[in-house]
């Protein structure tokens, strides 16, 4: 059995994965489900008696996973619990970057702002999912670089922290 981590809307999550006959058997906490494949991407899993397809793609090290037109963005958590974006930014804790281009639909700091590390700091929005943002650093808000409704990228940070000594 492999054990994988994820991260789903910043929270980690952490499955079991078994290869069968019969498709895949994937244990997530005390649940546990049988997944076929149909063909490239695309997958059959029966959920509360009810047969559900799903579709997935991967992106630059990121998974999609569309279930109902629920669209899932997972990602393997770096050593310090922190998923890359599609542009890793893990050098640079001072500067918060989308994880994917969306808009920008909650900010959660002000300029001036004391900040731990994994505090959620602004919601992004993407592929009609909202993915909240942490702080990867204890600091204080310094700049602010966009706001409410403003199109972010992964490439330009959307708050900036002077970091705590």
């Known amino acids: 059995m492999n054990k994988h981590e994820f991260l789903v809307g910043g929270k980690q999550i952490e499955t079991q994965t078994e290869k069968s006959s019969e498709g895949y058997t994937v244990r997530v906490g005390n649940q ?6 149909i063909s490239e991407g695309l997958f059959s899993v029966a959920v509360d008696g009810r047969r559900k397809i ?9 998974t999609f996973v569309d279930i109902d037109s629920v669209v899932v963005e997972l ?7 922190f998923a890359g974006g599609a542009s890793d930014h893990a050098e640079a804790p001072d500067k918060i970057f989308a994880p994917m ?3 920008i639909v909650k900010l959660m700091v002000a300029v001036g702002d004391t900040v731990e590390p ?5 919601i992004v929005e993407a592929m009609k999912m909202e993915n909240p943002v942490p702080a990867r650093a204890k600091g204080t ?3 602010i670089n966009f706001s409410v409704g403003d199109q972010v990228t992964t490439e330009e940070p959307i708050v900036e922290l002077e970091l705590a000594k």
């Open 101 to 103: 281009p969306g808009k």
């Open 141 to 143: 808000v310094k700049a």
């Open 32 to 37: 546990s489900y049988n997944i076929q494949q």
């Open 118 to 122: 994994k505090q959620q700091v602004v």
């Open 75 to 81: 990602q393997e958590p770096s050593h310090d619990g």
């Open 54 to 62: 799903i579709a997935a793609a991967t992106v630059n090290g990121t």
